[in-house]
């Protein structure tokens, strides 16, 4: 496969990716509304539980609304990786899979073409998530929006390679729902995107704070909200990259169409 090919492979995959998500309409808003209501509803009910935390290692006072805004910025890229597993999964219903997955192309290249575009709109849904919390009186970090680019970046694509594992093992869309709810509120909560993983220990829950420190979402929020303040958290960043090969490997693995000729006929491990 030559550079030009690749390119465009990569440019059909993430075009029809861009064109349905411009078809619907409701889509990007729809992804900010549930942010917007946490941002605005939930942290005005917790501000007085909370008051004003103190976050380390960034030993100062900030609000609540601002510490939970990198939280809130994972769950956009959270939810919008499963949403393209989802895609996934209605694909492969409809037999458009099967026909990606015949294309002369590396199939691992057609599932990092899938994932890069997803990732685009995850970001850029995280980056309308910023401007509409800037307006409305959030007092982030501004030096720190471009830095926490990179950080949107890396951790959308390992959401997203997740969605892709999810989407091997889901073979209906109605199995889905279900998968999805084992998954994203265990990730989400059992996280540092709306507390400190150190109050959940000051409080005796040892056990959830374990479990959140082994949260590869814990690490994509901390990555952000590090980045966020000019910061580089490198166990956070050696975690996330080490899980988006690890998921990707697996999805890649998963997609195999040989494999999934040989289980289908009984022949298969």
Known sequence: MTPAHGLRVLGAVAGREVEKFVHQGGRFFSALVRPLLWLVVFAAGFQNVFGVSIIPPYETYIPYQVYIAPGLLGMILLFN??????????????????????????????????????????????????????????????????????????????????????????????????????????MFFISPALYPLWKLQESGAEWLHQAARFNPFSHAVELVRFAMYGQFQATSFLVVVGCLLAFFAIAVFGYDPQRGMLKRTGRGG
């Open 81 to 186: 990786g499963m949403q393209s597993s989802l895609a996934m999964v209605y694909d492969r219903e409809m037999g458009m899979m099967r026909l990606l997955l015949t294309a002369p192309v590396p199939r691992w290249y057609l599932l990092l073409s899938k994932l890069v575009a997803g990732t685009v709109l995850s970001v850029l849904q995280a980056v309308g998530f910023l401007a509409i919390a800037w307006l409305i009186g959030v007092e982030l970090p501004l030096e720190g929006m471009l830095l926490v680019l990179p950080a949107l970046v890396l951790a959308g694509m390992m959401l997203g390679a997740l969605g892709l594992v999810l989407s091997v093992h889901v073979k209906q869309l109605e199995n889905f729902a279900g998968t999805m709810n084992f998954v994203i509120f265990p």
